[in-house]
């Protein structure tokens, strides 16, 4: 399986920040229900947001009333995290520059660790290993990612101009099995993945943004535009009242720590 870590997972989304935040979806409620409960979170357990990009996950923890801390190694996205109000200001997440492989926590000290979105930029076992440092005895690992559920015809429609992409089967295959390396990891034990609905109501120029977000989407002008005008003509023939519904399927990988 392809090495994500090694194709600059941290510059290849310069510029990225602002179509990311606006545009990237976030998680379904059901998903972070189970993540608390199953992980035993409370008000004011700490979380480490691991490559936290533009904080889409880490300001929904915090609003459940953890403690976040969001490493990010990338500046632009950082600064937009910090940037972006949450719904209660005195429990805004804190973010600082680092690494999934070398985060600068103190040993001992997070409740859980999770990775949103990221973890398949890793490289796994350095960085399972550093979460299982900064952790707290019988902490968690959290990994979530959401992906297309093209059993729906509009979302398959969308994810076949998306696969047209310069490399989108180099980065959407190992996506898919990374969180294998939790499950098997010999660090962690009672693993398990839980799957749940989502979905995201878009207009046409949310659809562009959507697809243009992924750090593989064309960015030559020629390629670009014929991406643009496919995702154009399939947000037409889909749309109903100026919308599509992409939908997802949210998968949770937990592991606790020996």
């Known amino acids: 399986m392809p090495d ?9 989304f310069a510029g990225l920040a602002k179509i990311y935040s606006k545009c990237r979806p976030g998680y379904p409620q059901s998903a ?7 992980c035993d979170l409370k008000s004011g357990s700490l979380l480490v947001d691991v490559g936290s990009g533009t904080g889409i996950s880490s300001r929904l923890f915090a609003e459940r009333g953890l403690q976040v801390v969001g490493i990010e190694p990338n500046a632009d996205m950082r600064a937009s995290a910090v940037a972006t109000p949450g719904s209660h200001e005195e429990i805004r997440p804190t973010y600082r520059e680092g690494r999934a492989e070398a985060t600068g926590l103190p040993t001992g000290s997070a409740d859980a ?46 994810g076949a101009i998306v696969r ?6 180099a980065v959407e295959g190992p ?22 609905a989502n979905d995201q109501t878009i207009a046409e120029d949310g659809l562009l943004g ?19 005008a496919a995702l154009r003509d399939v947000f037409a023939r889909y749309q109903q009242a100026g919308k599509v519904v992409i939908q997802y399927e949210t998968s949770v990988y937990l592991g606790q720590r020996l």
């Open 4 to 12: 994500l870590s090694q194709t600059n997972p941290t510059g290849r």
């Open 32 to 38: 972070l229900n189970f993540i608390l409960q199953h």
């Open 113 to 158: 660790v999770l990775a949103a979105q990221a973890f398949h930029w890793f490289e796994p076992e350095p960085a399972l290993r550093e979460f299982q440092r900064i952790l707290k005895p019988a902490g968690w690992v959290i990994l979530v990612w959401n992906e297309r559920d093209e059993r729906d015809p509009f979302t398959a429609a969308y």
């Open 164 to 169: 047209t992409a310069p490399e989108a089967a």
């Open 175 to 196: 996506r898919a099995q990374a969180g294998q390396a939790l499950l098997r990891s010999p660090l962690f034990q009672n693993a398990t993945r839980a799957t749940f």
């Open 210 to 228: 959507r697809a243009f977000s992924a750090s593989y989407a064309p960015r030559e002008p020629e390629q670009a535009e014929a991406f643009a």
